[in-house]
């Protein structure tokens, strides 16, 4: 599987025995397997290039008596207790993950609202006209079309656009941003009253055109996640936490806090280069 042609760990019993280390397949593979289960093939080849180095580099630490220091001990014991932290968190992960059919179906019925498939139509108005917005707002409570009174805002703002297109389909509830949430309450064919941004980015008029649910079958696998997902961050975080740091030694009094120093990427400087030469031509 490996050949390391002239290494051997230990002395061959005869000068006439070829000094070569053979690791196995299965050898290999159990390494392969703790790293990570179901590595992908080009990722092996990369961790055989690396344990081959790591080999003989180790054997030669050994022949150094590096094994035999203190600080040697000290970081054997701290891997020690990453490896172990590694694998609780695969796991956990795993555990985490086991996620029943009855589970995700009563997910399903107990947040319904959350899997509603919407169509709707977008009308925004650009800028502080906000009586336009009332007034755009009425009018499509009265039935006229999204996309005229859509094309009427931006001709008022001074936009010109040839497609002023409104209509949104397969819109879930957490697509919408957090204050525009509530239009999914809506019921068909009802508008929305008028949605205005705080940072004076604009206004938003809703119409419901059709609503429908998403069916088990279809978000079942999103379902499975979120369970996974929210498990798995309950697991961990009884290990986080009610930590206190010695201020005195980690952050004393006086103590500097360089700022890392500003680098420019390479292919920047080359831009900005050749811009002043274009300047100066």
Known sequence: MITLHGFCAEKPASPATPCDTVITR????????ALQPDMPRPLRLKVAASYARTMRMASAAEKRGLDKTAAFAE????????LLSQDL????????????????????SRHQQDFELSTLERIFVPGNL???ATALRRRAAAGENPEALQLEAFEAAGMKTTDPRTKMENVHRDSLPPAHESVMDLHTGEVSEVLSDPGGGGHFIYKIIDK??????????EIRKLIANQRYRESVQRFEGDVVFNDAYFDPPGAEHPTPPT??????ARRNATD???DSQ
């Open 26 to 33: 299965a050898q290999f593979d159990k390494l392969a397997d």
């Open 75 to 82: 970081e054997l014991r701290y891997a020690r207790l990453q």
């Open 89 to 108: 968190t695969r796991v956990l992960d795993e555990e985490a993950r086991n996620v029943s059919d009855a589970e995700v179906a009563d997910y399903y």
């Open 130 to 132: 906000a009586e336009l």
């Open 212 to 221: 429908d649910n998403a069916t088990l079958e279809e978000v079942a696998p």
């Open 263 to 268: 680098t420019r990427r390479p292919h920047a």
């Open 276 to 278: 002043t030469q274009n």
